[in-house]
């Protein structure tokens, strides 16, 4: 089986520039790695955690984006990932809605990642997480990218 990068998002993006700038990194992406990103609907806390459980596997290694997680550099963020992958086949990162994440998906979590203390909307929120993961891959094969 594969490895694959799953980002789980709550929400549809709506906004063409956000759909083009998601499209556009996750064809980059795909030129080092599987990647599938998958929307549930955003609803009420306790439906959105239903909806995200159910394409979350036991095998998986979860990584939320959360306000109160971890921050990293860049650099560190890469690091990270090189780690995860040597472990683990699949890496699925999970981006709450709105209401923020189900206690029951924070506890599943393996890792909470902050990116900043500021509130993002979702849609770009998504685009900067692709970002990251494409600059991830950039630096772990050592290949220039603009800083």
Known sequence: MSSMIKILCVGKLKEKYLVD???????????????????????????EKNNLMKYISDKDEVITLEIEGESMTSEEFASRMEKEFIYHSNITFVIGG?????????????LAISFSHMTFPHGL???????????????????????
């Open 21 to 47: 700038l998601v499209s556009d990194y996750q064809k980059r992406i795909s030129k080092y790695h599987p990647i599938e990103i998958v929307e549930v609907k955003d609803s009420n806390i306790v439906e």
């Open 98 to 110: 709105s209401l923020g994440l189900h206690e029951e998906i924070k506890k599943r979590s393996n």
């Open 125 to 147: 929120f998504r685009g900067i997480l692709l970002e990251q993961i494409y600059r991830s891959f950039k630096i772990r094969n050592h290949e220039s990218y603009h800083k």
